[in-house]
């Protein structure tokens, strides 16, 4: 299930199943305008849309246990969305995501408070201006979602991801030999991949 889909195309890009059930879920008019756009492709798996507003926590709840009862195992994927959510909003987000038996993963991206302040410092204004600011970047890092049903299984940072396919100059890959914390996060900038699990599974 991918929340807050956008116009990510990755069921027509991907060599997926054809029986792979792939969910993408977000508002009407963003979906109404992809579908527009790829009204001639056919998708490499079983693709279904969900037209929903995710902040609407009674609809979600409904959608999460009508597909929890439908998948045997699941992954979550929510791309670009959690940085503009309140880290209230996040915490219930991720307590709803827990309760299907069936939901097991869940991929997600998170940036530390200090990559947040430099990213405000360069487009805060405008995205607060477009009433889109930048708010969950938690001091906790993966850790954050602990209390809420989720570990992390798997914390993968973007800036020696990039290193390690090299994609950086020579110059920064020799500071993406120093040790990063994958856990509680400050002033450093730092993002990465997680890949959570339940907690206690």
Not at 18 to 31: F, S, Y
């Amino acid at each position: 299930m991918n929340l807050a889909a956008g116009l990510d195309a990755r069921p027509y890009r991907m060599d997926l199943p054809p029986a792979l059930r792939w969910v993408e879920v977000d508002l009407p008019e963003i979906l109404e305008y992809k579908e527009g756009i790829l009204a001639g492709e056919t998708p490499r798996c079983d693709l279904r849309r969900v037209r929903l507003d995710l902040a609407d926590e009674p609809a979600r709840r409904d959608l999460f246990a009508e597909l929890g009862r439908e998948a045997k195992r699941a992954l979550i994927v929510t791309e670009g969305l959690l940085i503009y959510l309140t880290p209230e909003q996040v915490g219930g987000l991720a307590r709803d995501l827990a309760a299907p038996p069936s939901f097991h993963r869940w991929a997600i991206d998170i940036s530390s408070p200090g990559l947040k302040k430099m990213m405000d410092r360069e487009v805060g204004a405008r995205l607060s201006e477009a009433r889109a600011p930048f708010q969950f970047a938690p001091a906790e890092g993966p850790g954050f979602f602990e209390p809420h049903g989720w570990r992390a299984v798997d914390v993968r940072s973007f800036f020696k991801w990039a290193s390690k396919m090299h994609r950086l100059p020579l110059w920064m890959r020799l500071f993406a030999l120093l040790p990063e914390s994958n856990g509680r996060q400050g002033r450093a900038p730092w993002s990465a991949v997680c890949l959570l699990a339940k907690t206690g599974a």
